[in-house]
């Protein structure tokens, strides 16, 4: 029951995507193709971040003079 419930409410939500990004206009292979790039940037945009946000803080922080404590056998703080 709570499943049928689930699947219900997913395609709510796809059906309001496909409304609100207008892609109810397209034929299956074009939505096919928008959806595939869509998730190939967000992919791309997830990993960059992943990757690279850690050493733009650790800039961020280290040009603001806000060092992080980090040695063998300490914890990480913020000094």
Do not use: D
């Not at 049928?4 to 892609?23: D, G, I, N, P």
């Not at 034929?27 to 990993?47: D, H, I, K, Q």
């Amino acid at each position: 029951m709570a499943l049928m419930r689930a699947w219900k409410q997913m395609s709510w939500f796809y059906y309001q995507y496909l409304l609100v990004t207008a892609l109810y206009m397209l034929e299956p292979w074009e939505r096919t193709r928008f959806n595939s790039r869509l998730v190939s940037f967000v992919g791309m945009a997830l990993y960059t971040s992943y990757v690279f946000m850690p050493q733009h803080i650790m800039a961020i922080l280290h040009y603001f003079e806000i060092g992080i404590k980090m040695g063998p056998g300490c914890r990480i703080g913020v000094v």
